[in-house]
């Protein structure tokens, strides 16, 4: 393992792997061991990369997979306004490296879209917490797909490669993805989510549009209509009840 930090903003280390099985799981194991907040580990390919709800990240050479330490002061509930941050960072950082104008979008609760197809996941875990107990830590893992998106996946995805970027070591994209994680959580820690979801608004997917949801047990249909204070999704069902959605999947808007 290699630790650089010279191009990371302060505070932010590199451990560079060249394989593992998963990023999220080794910056787990070392922030157990005491790893500090600001420790990332990257890795060139993942064995075992794992996506949300237990699926497989398929994770070949050529993409990003990296993983963040943070430290915070916020518990369960607040996870979820911190998973949409991540977005935020994630998606200005590349709308700065890509072709403009960049058709990229945030799906929620996590995903990055360019041209309505999969270019990114977000996988946030906390360790230690209970609903309303601050974790010990929590680790941010992000994959993006720069050169190879899947071949086969049950939604559109796609590449960067395939959308207009210029060649882009991985690397560099994890730089320019700290710098802006960096900013958006100083902006969290002073002026509280607010900021963070309207940024999100403005990139939502699907916002004002009817969308279907898998949630634990079943599906729903129903207006999209806000995202709440909190970062939950604010649904309008058929029969013009609104409920607010913390867990679960976007299936698709209508389009
Ligand atoms: C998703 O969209 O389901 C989330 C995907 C998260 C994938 C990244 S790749 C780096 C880190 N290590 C993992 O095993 N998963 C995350």
């Known amino acids: ?10 505070g932010y280390e590199l451990h560079h792997l060249k394989s593992v099985a998963s990023t999220n799981d080794k910056a787990a194991d070392m922030a157990l061991a005491g790893a500090p907040a600001g420790s990332i ?11 949300r709800l237990g699926r497989v ?42 072709p403009s104008p960049l058709a ?24 230690g917490r209970r609903a309303g107990e601050a974790a010990d830590f929590f680790v941010i893992g992000t994959g993006v797909n720069i050169r190879n ?9 796609t590449c960067l490669m395939d959308e207009g970027f210029a060649p882009l070591a991985p690397v560099a994209l994890l730089t320019a993805y700290i710098e802006r994680l960096e ?20 990139r939502a997917f699907g916002l004002g549009e009817r969308v279907r949801l898998r949630l634990a047990g079943e599906e729903i249909e129903g207006l999209f209509v806000d995202l709440t204070e909190g970062g939950a999704l604010l ?19 209508h389009r």
């Open 1 to 10: 393992m290699t630790a650089a930090s010279a191009v990371l903003p302060k």
């Open 41 to 51: 580990v990257m890795a060139d390919l993942q064995t075992g990369g794992r996506g």
């Open 57 to 98: 990240w398929e994770s070949p050479l050529g993409n990003l997979y990296a993983s963040v330490i943070l430290r915070l002061d916020c518990d369960l509930r607040e996870s979820a306004g911190l998973s949409l941050l991540v977005g935020v960072a994630l998606g200005e950082a590349l709308s700065a490296l890509g």
């Open 104 to 127: 990229l979008a945030l799906k929620w609760p996590n995903d990055i879209l360019i041209g309505g197809a999969k270019t990114a996941g977000i996988l946030l875990e906390g360790s």
């Open 149 to 157: 998106a899947p071949a086969k996946a049950a939604y559109p995805v």
């Open 183 to 202: 900013i958006w959580l100083d902006r969290w820690r002073h002026d509280g989510f607010s900021r963070v979801r309207e940024a999100w608004r403005d």
């Open 235 to 253: 649904i309008e069902q058929t029969d013009g009840r609104c409920r607010e959605v913390t867990a679960g999947d976007v299936i698709y808007p």
